[in-house]
């Protein structure tokens, strides 16, 4: 199996693991009066489900993308960058301006 996609399957156990704590702490909270309505409604378990999917979802994304960003190399400071001439910093050119009434039109 490829490194990356190792990484990936890896980066969705922690990002879902990290939903199961979060929805663990609102149920437990009882954030918005949820640990109530979960517990007590005849649909409760499909919403515990759905919080912890969606969240697992958002939870294992942002996981991997972190996991990607920092993938990049320590030297990044582009000393050895060969991209051509800099752009020459010119002079200003002092250019004359009349008092005379402004014109509209």
């Known amino acids: ?8 399957l890896q980066q969705i156990a922690i990002g879902f693991g990290l939903s199961a704590v979060f929805t663990a702490i609102l149920l437990y909270m ?3 009066n949820l640990g109530h309505l979960v517990f007590n409604s005849s649909d ?10 969606f969240n697992g979802l958002v939870f294992a994304g942002v996981q991997f ?4 960003m920092r993938m990049g190399y320590e030297d990044d400071d582009d000393d050895d960058d060969d991209r051509g001439t800099p752009i020459r910093a010119y002079d200003p050119i002092p250019i004359k301006i009349s008092d005379g009434p402004a014109r509209r039109g």
């Open 30 to 32: 009882n954030v918005g």
């Open 1 to 8: 199996m490829p490194k990356l996609i190792k990484v990936y």
């Open 65 to 68: 993308a972190i996991r990607i």
């Open 44 to 53: 409760g378990l499909l919403g515990l489900f759905l919080i912890f999917f």
